[in-house]
Structure formats: structure tokens, C-alpha cells
């Protein structure tokens, strides 16, 4: 069974400090990835699908990267905003290529 | 991407009680999810919702307690039934874009804030 999980579990950074966000998976047979934020009793913002056979995607100040053979993905956000606030959590597509299984999640806190 | 609107936006029931929660996509979509988010945790799967015919639960779940409709490809429903304090959870319902050969990327509805006394 995936397990996914994050870390840190919370992060607390000053405005404009790049960061990197930590995700690993046990099985690291998984179709795609995919990183989402969540605003405090909000609904899942998707934020970068990576593909298995991509190493990395771009938008915007945020690059996801993706290392199946070690099981694991980062998400590295430039030039922090308080604006990036938020809960981030990836997800894999495992076992089959349309249900995700969720990370635990890491709550972003930007200062000004 | 895909607009997911959700009704209702939150709710307070009482123990014992059931809560059906709608939710309607801009166009049609052949893949429905529903999960829940219990306070403090991630989400997890409660079942996929097929059109045509009975939803596909995940470990955990039932349909006596999770009812679930799918009458097309724009629209689902998810009812909690019987609830209790520890149904107090955000419900969401979640859409898939395939956007090649195993390729999809699932998009998410504002969820459904319910608390249970």
C-alpha cells in the first residue's frame, strides 16, 4: 500500500526566502504526481502535474521535481509571498492512473 | 481545469441525522470522486462515483452509511447518513482531465464543511 508523506510538517519562513518543500513515496511505481495547495477550509488548488517520465515541471515561481527511483518529489517555491500561505500536500497516481493517494501535508506560514 | 461548485458550502446538524451534499461540474466528466478530510488530517478516498450504476467504495467505506448518486455526467451526490461527531469533516468532491494516455490530473470542488454536535 502507497504511504505518502511530507516533511517538514509545518514551515515558517520570512517573505522573499526561496524554499523546498519535501515528498516521499514508498512504491515508487506511480503513474504521475501532483502537488496541490489548500487554503484553511478551502477546496484543493492543483498546482503542477508531473508526469512518470518527467523529471520536473515549471509555473510560474514554483518547480516541482520528481525522482521515482528514490521515491521522492520536491516542490521549490522562489521568492516567497505571504500570498503563499497555505497547506501544501502532493498526491500519487498509484495502481491506477486516475485515484490519488495523499501526502500528509506541510503548512506554509510567510512573514512578512 | 475544471469548475466544481459544491452546496452546501458548510452545515451544523444534529447527531442522527442526514446531510446530502451536491455537486455539479461545468461539463461532463466520465471520473467522480468523493473524500473526506477529518480535522487535521489529509484527504482520503471514500468512492468513486459512476454513472449508470452503484458507486465503488474504498476499505472503510459503505454505502449504507455513504450513499452516493450519479443520475449523469455533470452532477453527484454524496449523502452522510446517521451521522455522528465524528462524521465533523470537510467533504469534496473531485473531477479527472485526461490530458493524454494515463495521464490525469484531478481538480477539486470547495468542499463541503460539515460539523456534527
Known amino acids: 500500500k502507497q504511504e505518502v508523506t511530507q516533511i517538514p510538517a509545518a514551515l515558517s519562513v520570512p517573505e522573499g526566502e526561496n524554499l523546498v518543500l519535501n515528498c516521499s513515496f514508498t512504491?515508487?511505481?506511480?503513474?504521475?504526481l501532483q502537488w496541490f495547495r489548500q487554503d484553511p477550509g478551502k477546496g484543493l488548488t492543483s498546482l503542477l502535474l508531473?508526469?512518470?517520465?518527467?523529471r520536473e515541471q515549471t509555473s510560474g515561481r514554483l518547480n516541482a521535481s520528481l525522482d521515482k527511483s528514490s521515491g521522492r518529489s520536491t516542490l521549490y517555491i522562489a521568492a516567497s509571498q505571504p500570498g503563499d500561505s497555505a497547506t501544501y500536500l502532493c498526491?500519487?497516481?498509484?495502481?491506477?492512473?486516475?485515484?490519488?493517494?495523499f501526502g500528509t501535508g506541510t503548512r506554509l506560514q510567510v512573514t512578512l | 481545469s475544471a469548475v466544481i461548485s459544491q452546496k452546501p458550502s458548510r452545515d451544523i446538524c444534529q447527531r442522527g441525522t442526514s446531510l446530502t451534499i451536491q455537486c455539479q461540474v461545468d461539463?461532463?466528466?466520465?471520473?467522480m470522486f468523493w473524500y473526506r478530510q477529518q480535522p487535521g488530517q489529509s484527504l482520503t478516498l471514500i468512492a468513486t462515483?459512476?454513472?449508470?450504476?452503484?458507486?465503488?467504495?474504498e476499505s472503510g467505506f459503505v454505502i449504507d452509511k455513504f450513499p452516493i448518486s450519479r443520475p449523469n455526467l455533470t452532477f453527484s451526490t454524496l449523502t452522510v447518513s446517521n451521522m455522528s461527531p465524528e462524521d465533523s469533516s470537510i467533504y469534496l468532491c473531485?473531477?479527472?482531465?485526461?490530458?493524454?494516455?494515463?495521464?490525469?490530473?484531478?481538480?477539486f470542488g470547495p468542499g463541503t464543511r460539515l460539523t456534527v454536535l
Open positions: 473531485s473531477v479527472v482531465r485526461e490530458r493524454g494516455a494515463l495521464i490525469n490530473e484531478q481538480f
Open positions: 512504491d515508487s511505481a506511480i503513474y504521475n
Open positions: 508531473i508526469q512518470s517520465s518527467q
Open positions: 498526491a500519487s497516481y498509484t495502481g491506477t492512473a486516475s485515484k490519488l493517494t
Open positions: 461539463s461532463q466528466v466520465t471520473m
Open positions: 462515483a459512476n454513472q449508470g450504476s452503484e458507486a465503488t467504495y
